[in-house]
C-alpha cells in the first residue's frame, strides 16, 4: 500500500488529487495537513470523512511538529506540497502569508522529510516562476524570472527543494504546470470567477486590454500527471505539465458567456492588474518522453467545468460571502 502525506489537500488542486487517488487507486492511504485558510474547504473532501483510506490534520506546514508527528506516525512513502498561498492578486495587496507558507512551509517540510525516510518528494511549483514570454515557451532549464510576490516565493521554494536533492540526496522531483481548471477551485480565480458571477447577472472584470494569455490545464490531466510523475520521473528532475490550450482572456471570457448564454455586456474591462505577466508558456517534450500528456479535450472540460459550477451553486455561493466579498469590494474593481 502507497501512503501519501499531502499538504493543502482541502485547496483546489490538493482536493481533486485527493479524489483522483482515492477514486482510483484502492490500495493507498492519504494523509492530509492542511490550515485551513479561506481558500481550504473541508466540504472538497466530506465523501472521504469515514474513509479508513483518508486521515486528516488540520495544521500548518510552517509547524515541524505536527509535520515530525506525521512522518514518525505514518512513514509516507510520498510527500506531495501542494500548500501554498495561490493567488497572485492577494500577493501584491499582502505578501506575508506568502513568504511564510510558500517558502518557510516548504523549508520545514524539506528539513523534516530530511530527518525521515521519504521515496519521494515532490514541489508543486508553477509555470509563473519561469515569468512572462512574448514568443516561444519555456523549458526546464531556462533561468527563472519570477514577476510577482506569488510567483518570487514559488521560485523560492522551488530552488529550495532543489538544494535539498544537490546537498543531502533528498528524492526531491519539482513540477511546473499552467493554470488549471475544474471543479473546486476558489472563486477569486479567471475561470470560477467568470462562471459564477455570469450565473449571477454580474459583470466580469477583464484586467488590462483582455489579451494576456494562459495555457489552460484541466485539473484531472494535472493530478493525473502529478501520479505519473511520482512513479515514473528522474529523482532531482523538473518536469512541466502544460494542457497545451493557450487562450487570451477574451476568449475565454467568450468561452463562458457564449456556454452561460449571457450577454456581451456583462464584459467590462477594469485597470490592468500591477505587473501583469503578459502570456505563459511551456514545452512539454520533457514529460512526454517520460510517456505521459493530457487526455482530456479543452472544450469538453469546459464544458463539463461550467456544468459542475451550475450544479454545485450551494459550493460557491457562500464562499462568494463574508469574508470574501469584503476582500473583494476592498480591493476591486471598479464595479
Ligand atoms: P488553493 O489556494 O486552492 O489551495 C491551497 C491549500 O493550501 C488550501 O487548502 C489552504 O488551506 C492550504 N494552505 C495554505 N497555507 C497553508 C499552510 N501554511 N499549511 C497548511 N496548509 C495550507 O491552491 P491551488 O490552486 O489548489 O494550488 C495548489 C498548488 O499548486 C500550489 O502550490 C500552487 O502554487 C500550485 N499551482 C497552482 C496552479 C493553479 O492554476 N491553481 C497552477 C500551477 C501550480
Ligand atoms: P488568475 O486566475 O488569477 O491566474 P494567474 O494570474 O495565476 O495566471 O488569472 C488568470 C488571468 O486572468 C490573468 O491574466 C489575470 C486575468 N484576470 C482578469 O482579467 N480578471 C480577474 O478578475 C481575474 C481574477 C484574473
Known amino acids: 500500500m502507497k501512503k501519501y502525506f499531502i499538504t ?15 477514486r482510483g487507486k484502492q490500495d493507498a492511504l492519504v494523509i492530509n495537513l492542511d490550515k485551513l485558510t479561506y481558500a481550504g474547504n473541508l466540504k472538497n473532501l466530506e465523501q472521504f470523512e469515514n474513509d479508513e483510506r483518508y486521515i486528516f490534520y488540520h495544521g500548518d506546514i510552517c509547524d515541524q511538529q505536527i509535520v515530525r508527528k506525521i512522518f514518525v506516525d505514518h512513514k509516507p512513502d510520498y510527500l506531495i506540497n501542494f500548500a501554498a498561498e495561490s493567488h497572485v ?63 518570487a516565493s514559488k521560485a523560492g521554494a522551488d530552488r529550495l527543494a532543489y538544494s535539498y536533492f544537490a546537498t543531502y540526496d533528498l528524492p526531491v522531483i519539482i513540477t511546473r504546470a499552467s493554470n488549471n ?34 495555457d489552460w490545464l484541466y485539473v484531472s490531466d494535472h493530478c493525473a500527471a502529478i501520479q ?51 502570456r505563459y508558456s511551456l514545452n512539454c517534450d520533457k514529460l512526454i518522453a517520460l510517456g505521459w500528456q493530457p487526455k482530456h479535450n479543452f472544450s469538453q472540460a469546459m464544458q463539463s467545468t461550467i456544468n459542475w459550477y451550475r450544479d454545485n451553486e450551494q459550493w460557491w455561493k457562500p464562499l462568494k460571502s463574508g469574508e470574501y466579498l469584503e476582500y473583494y469590494k476592498q480591493n476591486y474593481k471598479g464595479l
Open 89 to 151: 492578486d492577494r500577493s501584491i495587496g499582502k505578501p506575508d502569508d506568502f513568504i511564510q507558507t510558500d517558502i518557510f512551509g516548504a523549508f520545514t517540510l524539506l528539513e523534516t522529510a530530511r530527518e525521515h525516510n521519504i521515496d519521494r518528494f515532490i514541489q508543486i511549483s508553477t509555470d509563473e516562476v519561469y515569468g512572462s514570454i512574448e514568443k516561444g515557451s519555456f523549458s526546464e532549464t531556462d533561468p527563472l524570472m519570477p514577476r510577482n510576490p506569488y510567483s
Open 228 to 278: 505519473y510523475i511520482a512513479d515514473n520521473g528522474v529523482i532531482g528532475e523538473i518536469y512541466n505539465i502544460g494542457g497545451g490550450n493557450e487562450l487570451t482572456n477574451l476568449e475565454i471570457t467568450d468561452i463562458i458567456l457564449e456556454e452561460t448564454n449571457k450577454p456581451n455586456s456583462l464584459k467590462k474591462f477594469v485597470q490592468d492588474r500591477l505587473g501583469h505577466d503578459r
Open 8 to 22: 493543502g489537500g482541502c485547496g483546489f488542486i490538493g482536493s481533486n488529487f485527493v479524489h483522483y487517488i482515492l
Open 181 to 214: 481548471f475544474g471543479p473546486y477551485q476558489f472563486p477569486e480565480k479567471l475561470i470560477p470567477l467568470f462562471v459564477t458571477n455570469a450565473m449571477e447577472n454580474e459583470k466580469l472584470p477583464i484586467y488590462g486590454d483582455g489579451k494576456n494569455i494562459r
